[in-house]
Structures are given as structure tokens and as C-alpha cells.
């Protein structure tokens, strides 16, 4: 028996470090949680990106879902993104508003004619500070927010037609079924 | 050509300096001495092994810019810490604050060091209590 503890503690070992690389492969190291999940979205007012006369806050959106995507004409993920909001903004059944973060907004305006405007609404924050308010560290970003104002689900990166369909569409079914 | 040397290292020392530090506009010594060492304890959430006074990251400028302008509202170190916590998760500190999720990460460490304490006590224990070889031993060392 005493011959055999070494070799149980190599497997042991060995055991270790194979799931310490099974975790690593399966999770994304730099996904951090955000704290504002079922919490009141942040309070913020923004000048639209196609008439910066005009802006839009967190209380005008309250009374129907939307989702807020975050994204910037510099941000080479976003590009990614891009053509899947493309696809998808219509057939998700809420409203898509975008965040036009820390960018230019004729950069983002050239960006957007370009590849074509999936929003129905874009704002701008030029100075990334509602971005900041909404824990945003890495473009694109994407919030689901209720009819009360309540973020919903946080998807950190670029959505996909696979994200869509089993962590997009299912938290936006949720939000039908709390509805009175 | 040694001075030519000397004068390109001591350029790009100055010159890595230059970049890692803003042009804040610190009031005195004490308040710049405060924000480093605030912004030493607050992680990069773009590069997430630099803290927020290393990082070249936008974002991290924007977060340095921040708590320099919390400073001058007068908010304290926790309100400041507080504040990017409250949207960054307990992620943005570098040091976990003690609650009930992390007290395996702070006490782990320890419980460790008392098990490989019992077990050399054992181990020490049993061979002390052990015959020693006796004097024909064919053993030869």
C-alpha cells in the first residue's frame, strides 16, 4: 500500500492540473460578473447620434424592454458583431438602442453607413462616462433592460447566433412571463 | 559612443515615465501619493493583471480620470473603491475583501499549513517511536 502512495499522489496530481485546464478552456477568464444585474439601470442623458439636439435618458425607455448595445466605430469585435445584430435586431422583439461609446460620432455615422444600422435609436457618449456607469469594460456590450428600468442579463463580447438563441432569447421569454 | 548609449537610455527611460503617468493636476505630493496608491489597489478590467496606475488601457484612463475627479469632490478612499465596485464587481480590487464567498481563499492557505503540520508531527512521531536498526545490520550505507 505504502509502495502505491506516490503513484496516487501523481494521479492526483495529473487530475489537478487536467481540470485546471478543462476550466480554462470552458470559461472565459476575462468574463467578469456584473454587480448590476437586477439592479435599476443606471440614470443617463444622451444626445442621439443622428440629431444631437435631441436625447434620450433611461426614463424615456421605461414601460417596454429594450436592449442596449455598446459598441464603437474603433472597435474591431463590434465589426464582428455587427452583421448578426444585422440579422437579428428585427425578429428579437424588443427595441435596439445603441450606445455609440468613446468614439467620433462621424466616424461612427461613416461606420454605420458603411455596414448598416441595425438600431432603432443611437445614442452617444462621447466621453465613456455612462459606459463607465453601466460597467462597461470592453466593447461590444450588450444589456437587456425590463419595462421597469431593471437590467435584466449582460452578454460581455460579441453576440452570436448561437448566444442569441440560448441566452438572448430565453431571458427576453422571461421577461413576457413577468409581465402583468 | 558610450555617452551616446547613456543618453538614449537615460531618453527612454524618461520617455516610458512620460507615458505611464497623465498630466493630472495634482495640488501637492500628499494628494499624488494618494492617488498612486489608490489606483495601485484597483485592477485593469482590460489588461487584468495591470492595476489601474500601470494600465495604458483607454478604459484605465478613463478610470484614473475619474477617481483623480472623485478626489477633488472630496470622496473618501472607500467611497472612491465603493463606487467602482458597485459596477465593476469586487473584481476591480486586487485585494478580495473578507466575506462569506472568499473566506476559503484568505483561510485556505492556513488550513493547508496545519495539515502538513499534523502530517510531519505524525511522521516525526512514528520514527521516533521505532526500533532503531539494530548493530548487524546488513544494510550498508
Known amino acids: 500500500m505504502s509502495r502505491l502512495l506516490p503513484l496516487i499522489g501523481f494521479c492526483l496530481i495529473v487530475a489537478l492540473l487536467a481540470f485546471g485546464i478543462h476550466w480554462n478552456r470552458s470559461h472565459d477568464m476575462n468574463w467578469v460578473p456584473s454587480p448590476l444585474i437586477d439592479k435599476p439601470a443606471p440614470d443617463f442623458n444622451l444626445p442621439l447620434l443622428y440629431d444631437s439636439t435631441k436625447t434620450l435618458g433611461r426614463k424615456d425607455l421605461l414601460g417596454k424592454p429594450w436592449l442596449l448595445n455598446v459598441f464603437g466605430s474603433w472597435c474591431v469585435t463590434c465589426q464582428d458583431e455587427h452583421p448578426v445584430l444585422m440579422a437579428y435586431a428585427r425578429s428579437l422583439g424588443v427595441r435596439l438602442i445603441g450606445m455609440d461609446w468613446k468614439d467620433d460620432p462621424d466616424a461612427a455615422k461613416r461606420w454605420l453607413a458603411q455596414f448598416g444600422n441595425p438600431y432603432d435609436t443611437i445614442v452617444v457618449d462621447e466621453s465613456g462616462k455612462a459606459g463607465i456607469d453601466f460597467g462597461v469594460y470592453g466593447a461590444p456590450e450588450t444589456y437587456l433592460i425590463d419595462a421597469r428600468g431593471v437590467i435584466r442579463y ?13 441566452e438572448l432569447k430565453p431571458a427576453i421569454a422571461q421577461l413576457g412571463k413577468q409581465r402583468p | 559612443m558610450k555617452r551616446i548609449a547613456l543618453v538614449t537610455a537615460v531618453l527612454f527611460v524618461g520617455m516610458h515615465v512620460a507615458f505611464a503617468i497623465d498630466p493630472l493636476p495634482f495640488k501637492d505630493r500628499a494628494e499624488e501619493v494618494r492617488f498612486q496608491n489608490l489606483t495601485r489597489q484597483l485592477r485593469c478590467l482590460v489588461c487584468q493583471n495591470q492595476d489601474l496606475a500601470d494600465s495604458e488601457a483607454d478604459l484605465a484612463r478613463d478610470l484614473r480620470r475619474q477617481v483623480f475627479q472623485m478626489m477633488q469632490e472630496g470622496k473618501t478612499d472607500d467611497q472612491i473603491k465603493q463606487y467602482l465596485v ?10 478580495p475583501p473578507l466575506q462569506t464567498g472568499t473566506w476559503l481563499l484568505w483561510f485556505g492557505p492556513f488550513a493547508f499549513l496545519a495539515l502538513g503540520a499534523f502530517v510531519v508531527t505524525r511522521i516525526v512521531r512514528k520514527r521516533a517511536n521505532a526500533p532503531l536498526p539494530s548493530a548487524d545490520s546488513k544494510e550498508d550505507w
Open chain 2, 86 to 95: 458597485s459596477r465593476y464587481n469586487d473584481f476591480v480590487l486586487y485585494d
Open chain 1, 154 to 166: 449582460k452578454h460581455i463580447g460579441n453576440l452570436t447566433p448561437d448566444s442569441i438563441a440560448s
